[in-house]
T-cell receptor, first 114, second 108 residues
Framework: NAGVTQTPKFRVLKTGQSMTLLCAQD?????MYWYRQDPGMGLRLIHY???????AKGEVPDGYNVSRLKKQNFLLGLESAAPSQTSVYFC?????????????FGEGSRLTVL | AQRVTQPEKLLSVFKGAPVELKCNYS??????LFWYVQYSRQRLQLLLR??SRESIKGFTADLNKGETSFHLKKPFAQEEDSAMYYC??????????FGKGTRLHILP
């Protein structure tokens, strides 16, 4: 009964380091999303995927890359972390277009860039 | 441009009083709108969607296309309603855009 699982839950990086956040879902959902949540800014869409092998840019894609090699996994990469990327990152999935809009969220990953 | 606006960062309401969380949107076309809620130490979850015309936990929201609004309402606030509330819009590219959120604080 895992749903959407994000790893790691916490991470501290130095400026310039790279890292990858993993999102895994066990609901066979087609669509997956990465958001960042910042105080006063709400949730902003970074990248999303409408199916295995596809990715698309969201509202704030700069500085991030994503991959969806397997349907159940959606990876978010930071090649060269910056302090502005300090945030809480949320992954979400939804079944398909017919399901229209119900997102299932992970617990979040708190990233601090020093 | 597609945008979801929640004008209030914080809304404090006494228990038993009516609640209205405001949401306005800009979108060319027929929008699909949602309210999501994040209770303390819980995951963000769907509260309700406009196409369902449902009432969840006493909350309702009506889509007003003329005013481009989707305000969330509850006639009598309860302490367990304290949470962060997000209005969201689904566009034709399957992007789901969120507002900045309103923190609802129910006063005893």
């Amino acid at each position: 009964n895992a749903g959407v699982t994000q790893t790691p839950k916490f991470r501290v990086l130095k400026t310039g380091q790279s890292m990858t956040l993993l999102c895994a879902q066990d609901m066979n959902h087609e669509y997956m999303y990465w958001y960042r949540q910042d105080p006063g800014m709400g949730l902003r869409l970074i990248h999303y995927s409408v199916g295995e092998g596809t990715t698309a840019k969201g509202e704030v894609p700069d500085g991030y890359n994503v991959s969806r090699l397997k349907k159940q996994n959606f990876l978010l990469g930071l090649e060269s972390a910056a302090p502005s990327q300090t945030s809480v990152y949320f992954c979400a999935s939804k079944r398909d277009t017919l399901n229209t809009g119900e997102l299932f969220f992970g617990e979040g990953s708190r990233l601090t860039v020093l | 441009a597609q945008r979801v606006t929640q004008p209030e960062k914080l809304l404090s309401v006494f228990k038993g009083a009516p609640v209205e969380l405001k949401c306005n949107y800009s979108y060319s076309g027929s929008p699909e709108l949602f309210w999501y809620v994040q209770y303390s130490r819980q995951r963000l979850q769907l509260l309700l969607r406009h196409i369902s015309r449902e009432s969840i936990k006493g909350f309702t929201a009506d889509l007003n296309k003329g005013e481009t609004s989707f305000h969330l309402k509850k006639p009598f606030a309860q302490e367990e309603d304290s949470a962060m509330y997000y209005c969201a819009l689904l566009n034709r590219d399957d992007k789901i855009i969120f507002g900045k959120g309103t923190r609802l604080h129910i006063l005893p």
